[in-house]
Nanobody, 117 residues
Framework: QVQLVESGGGLVQAGGSLRLSCAAS????????MGWFRQAPGKQRDLVATITRGGTTNYADHVKGRFIISRDSAKNTVYLQMNSLKPEDTAVYYC???????????WGQGTQVTVSS
């Protein structure tokens, strides 16, 4: 069992930056991929970015060049640095982890990100 706790959400003006953190605990050895997803009101949950145990990253087209996913293995923590934020980035952001790349079986509780225009 893997537990994930997100932090770092909040309210920011358009053009600003935020950094989200996701701390993992429990069966850390079972994690081979972690990622960030987001869900805006009335919309489905969509992929934002992923990172594998080997450090390979993948981004959704709408965040490429603005967001950076990274990890600190010593702290079992994954980060999402979000720059040049836009109002359409407003959503609840969820951290996820799983046993294989692009297979996510554990989810955090979510953290709200609101970007004002």
């Amino acid at each position: 069992q893997v537990q994930l706790v997100e932090s770092g959400g909040g309210l920011v003006q358009a053009g600003g930056s935020l950094r989200l953190s996701c701390a993992a605990s429990g069966s850390i050895f079972s994690i081979n991929g972690m990622g960030w997803f987001r869900q805006a009101p009335g919309k489905q949950r969509d992929l934002v970015a992923t990172i594998t145990r080997g450090g390979t990253t993948n981004y959704a087209d709408h965040v490429k060049g603005r967001f950076i996913i990274s990890r600190d293995s010593a702290k079992n923590t994954v980060y999402l640095q979000m720059n040049s934020l836009k109002p359409e980035d407003t959503a609840v952001y969820y951290c996820a982890a799983g046993p294989m790349e692009n297979v996510f079986t554990s989810w955090g509780q979510g953290t709200q990100v609101t970007v004002s225009s």
